[in-house]
Nanobody, 121 residues
Framework: VQLVESGGGSVETGGSLRLSCVASGSIDSIGCMGWFRQAPGKDREFISF???????TTANAVKGRFTISQDKANKSLYLQMSSLKPEDAATYFC????????????????WGQGTQVAVSS
């Protein structure tokens, strides 16, 4: 499975960005896709995931500001980010796994290369 992210960039506080991730390869093995982020010097942090059936969850740190969505037909994943804050600045990674338990454990995920988000105050 290959994951390719796009859509990162630099915005001012309060701005919005939309990240995209396209999966290819053995996508039939994927049951869950999600987003993580990692700021310099910090551990990778879970943001949100969505299952094949459309259910999912979002971290409290971004709930109400970030919205995950998917296009199942094209195995694409999106993250709409609004009301961005300087603390949201990080490299954002798309991830995929056979189920969301595995995704959260981060033990055998497929990962994209990451896309950087910068937020200026």
């Amino acid at each position: 499975v290959q994951l390719v992210e796009s859509g990162g960039g630099s915005v001012e506080t309060g701005g919005s960005l939309r990240l995209s991730c396209v999966a290819s390869g053995s996508i039939d093995s994927i049951g869950c896709m999600g987003w993580f982020r990692q700021a310099p010097g910090k551990d990778r942090e879970f943001i949100s995931f969505v299952r094949d059936d459309g259910t999912g969850t979002t971290a409290n740190a971004v709930k109400g500001r970030f919205t995950i969505s998917q296009d199942k037909a094209n195995k694409s994943l999106y993250l709409q980010m609004s009301s961005l804050k300087p603390e949201d600045a990080a490299t954002y990674f798309c991830a995929a796994a056979s189920n969301c338990g595995r995704l959260l454990r981060q033990t055998d995920n497929y990962w994209g290369q990451g896309t950087q988000v910068a937020v200026s105050s």
